[in-house]
């Protein structure tokens, strides 16, 4: 087994993950979780495509000598982890729930 399917098995039976993706940076899903349509990992992947790029060139645009490598995304219900390079992109939706 290659080190990238290690990782996706350990991160899949993680608590609280409900999804994630390997994508290309034209944004071709690549890998998906196994139960998440390919309709939704598209989605995530041209989304997390285009916010990646801006959040990029504005951190870049910040301080020319650093660079984004990770972006994290809280919202109401989910969490949206985004490790980028310069050909790939892993996104990984989790459920997120506020400390009591």
Do not use: C
């Amino acid at each position: 087994m290659s080190e990238v399917e290690e990782t996706l098995e350990r991160v899949k039976v993680q608590a609280g993950v409900e999804g994630y993706l390997i994508a290309d940076q034209d944004g071709t899903v690549l890998r998906r979780f196994p139960s998440m349509s390919q309709e939704l990992a598209e989605a995530y992947a041209e989304a997390m495509k285009h916010l990646s790029k801006k959040s990029r060139n504005v951190v870049r645009d910040l301080d020319p000598k650093n660079e984004l490598k990770y972006l994290r995304i809280r919202a109401k219900k989910h969490e949206v982890l985004v490790a980028f390079d310069s050909e790939f992109l892993v996104i990984i939706i989790q459920r997120w729930n506020p400390a009591s």
